[in-house]
């Protein structure tokens, strides 16, 4: 059996020293076969690679994490299938760290679950897809979950292969009942009033000073939501919709069951027919949770709320 085109090695590093020097020796190497290289980091560790680089860097493209994957849900769709798909049938190093120091304890799950899914959404594909942690920053629950979620381990030392790789285990393990708000507005909701959730929503954001294409992205979010409940969910569902952290979240909850581990993260032909549901509803918010068990599926998108 021919081994796997795919490969997803964590990069483990203790300083701005190491993390510059493995980062710039993974994209010269790649820059040398004549792959196409992409690094999504946040700003400053951007910055950092791009100086490393010298003028290398401008055959790179950079993105920066904390815009392009500020919802972990948008990174296999918009960032790590956005640079691959654009260049068919070759094999793309990509440099892509969804975790860093100041990812809050919510989002850290659908991070957790999006590096699991990374292996299932690109096996087969010619890609390398390297992910970096800084060791000294993060807490040991993230760091020891990354044996779990990379199948090989970087660090200064070397490389090795994982002893604890279990990618499904930790999509299940953060598939855990969402914690229940202290006060929020609801709306029960069916074919005949899909349209009261929508403004239900779009008058809460409204009062907290939300405006403009944001606001409609709120509207067509609960939009695409209230239709998978509609279509997939049983024929109704209950909004909820309240003010957590600095941010709104619209949460919709039904009697489906989401099945698919990467529903919302595959790409879809804009040509092709049909609602685009939990895609649109990942590249729109800032955070996606999503609890589902048979009999029961809540959903709940999150938008920063500027002050």
């Given at each position: 059996m021919p081994a796997d085109p795919f490969h997803h090695p964590a990069l483990l590093y203790r300083s701005d020293r190491e993390y510059a020097a493995a980062t710039t020796a993974f994209v010269t190497e790649g820059l040398a076969?004549?792959?196409p290289v992409a690094v999504a980091v946040p700003g400053a560790r951007l910055a950092l690679i791009r100086d490393a680089l010298g003028s290398a860097a401008r055959d790179v493209l950079m993105l920066d994490m904390t815009e392009a994957g500020r919802n972990p849900g948008r990174i296999i769709p918009a960032v790590l299938h956005g640079f691959a798909d654009a260049h068919p049938g070759r094999h793309v190093r990509i440099i892509g760290e969804p975790v860093w120091p100041g990812r809050t304890p919510a989002e850290y799950p659908a991070c957790a679950q999006h590096e699991a899914l990374i292996n299932l959404a690109f096996a087969g594909r010619p890609a390398t897809i390297m992910c970096p942690y800084d060791v000294e920053a993060l807490g040991d629950e993230v760091i020891g979950e990354v044996a779990r979620t990379h199948?090989?381990?970087?660090?200064?030392?070397?490389?090795?292969?994982?002893?604890?790789?279990?990618?499904?285990?930790?999509?299940?393990?953060?598939?855990?009942?969402?914690?229940?708000?202290?006060?929020?507005?609801?709306?029960?909701?069916d074919r005949g009033n899909l349209s009261a959730a929508r403004a239900l929503a779009a008058d809460e954001a409204a009062a907290r000073g939300i405006a403009g294409d944001?606001?409609?992205?709120?509207?067509?979010?609960?939009?695409?939501?209230?239709?998978?409940?509609?279509?997939?969910?049983?024929?109704?569902?209950l909004l909820r919709v309240w003010q957590a952290d600095g941010?709104?979240?619209?949460?919709?909850?039904?009697?489906?069951?989401i099945t698919d581990p990467l529903a919302g993260r595959r790409p879809v032909d804009p040509r092709q027919a049909g609602s685009r549901g939990l895609l649109i509803v990942n590249l729109l918010s800032d955070l996606v949770r999503i609890h589902t068990r048979p009999g029961a599926t809540t959903v709940r998108a999150y938008f920063d709320l500027t002050t």
């Open positions: 076969a004549g792959d199948p090989v381990l970087r660090d200064a030392s070397g490389e090795r292969a994982s002893a604890g790789d279990a990618p499904e285990q930790v999509v299940e393990g953060h598939n855990r009942p969402l914690d229940e708000p202290e006060s929020c507005v609801s709306l029960r909701f944001r606001l409609d992205d709120i509207r067509l979010t609960v939009a695409e939501l209230g239709a998978n409940s509609l279509d997939h969910g049983g024929g109704s569902g941010r709104l979240v619209c949460e919709v909850s039904d009697s489906g069951h």
